[in-house]
């Protein structure tokens, strides 16, 4: 993994201790005889989703007066339907689904920025060597058109290739990739930290550190509904609050943010667990502002017309007001 230098860890510190001050200002005194009830929904449990359940088990929701329940749905087109419906009051959601419900007419807003780069590793047959070496070759995706989708066809245009020239085939989540690839049938595919070790184990040869290219995505992020938003401002600034002391936690506790990390992923493997949290501690921005380079190359992915912008996807108000700003 590459080490961050002193003036980006002097720079962290910094952002922490901003953080801190923000956070005092939003919790609720008396807070426990009058929860309010929310909840919270996610796709996949994966470290980029990991920063509510953390927060849930840290306490930093409930001391703002919110009591939460954490739902895992199958896809993020039922995550969407979820918000709307008002079954869900917010959710970790990949920038490529929000923009996509949006056009659709979907009323909805990414307010938290989780994870803005490429958070995967290409992994593929020990004899390929290079991104390079995977123009004509078979390469397993999640499925058509998905956030995993998008962001490997994003990964090989950076690296050089046309996703066109390279054969992308839906084949399921990661170990049943994994599984593809071992077994000879596809030549590569990326794989979120949490499975490179099995990756690894199955024979494959980790090709690339994809975080390290330079480019923004706008993957995983906190999002809700704009006008739950106008109804609940105070409510919502507080959940995004208890999410940011999560993120200043995780930066600051490994012991125990791998813990929650290893029963929310349901991964036991120690050195798998411990990977992903670093990866991310690297990743997980403070303040998690969400980013108009990520939503840009989203845009473009998907091919949104050429006046759509970036900041039609986002508010970044709550946390200017957490910041004092």
Known sequence: MPQRNSLCSFSRVVACAIISIWLCAVEAPGAETSLQKIRVGYVSPSTDNVLAPLAQKQGFFRKRGIETEIIALRGGVQMAQALLSDSLQFAQMAGSVLVRSVQSGADLVMIASYVDRISYFLVARPEIHTIKDLSGKRIATAS??????????????????????????PSGPPMTRIAAIASNQMDATIVPPENLDAAEKAGLKMVKDLSELDAYVQHTGLVVRRSFLKENRQLTKA??????????????????????????????????????????KRLFPLPPYPSVEGFKTVLAEI???????????????????LAGK
């Open 144 to 169: 058509i058109g998905g956030s995993v989708d998008m962001v490997l066809r994003f990964s090989l245009k950076v690296s050089g290739i046309d996703p066109k020239n390279a054969i992308l085939l």
């Open 239 to 280: 959940f995004l609050a208890g999410i940011v002391e999560a993120i200043e936690f995780y930066q600051r506790n490994d012991r125990a943010t791998i813990d929650v990390l290893s029963k929310f992923t349901g991964i036991a493997d120690q050195r798998s667990v411990r990977d992903s949290y670093e990866f991310h």
């Open 303 to 321: 091919g949104a017309p050429k006046n759509v912008t970036p900041d039609t996807f986002f508010d970044r108000s709550l946390l200017q007001e």
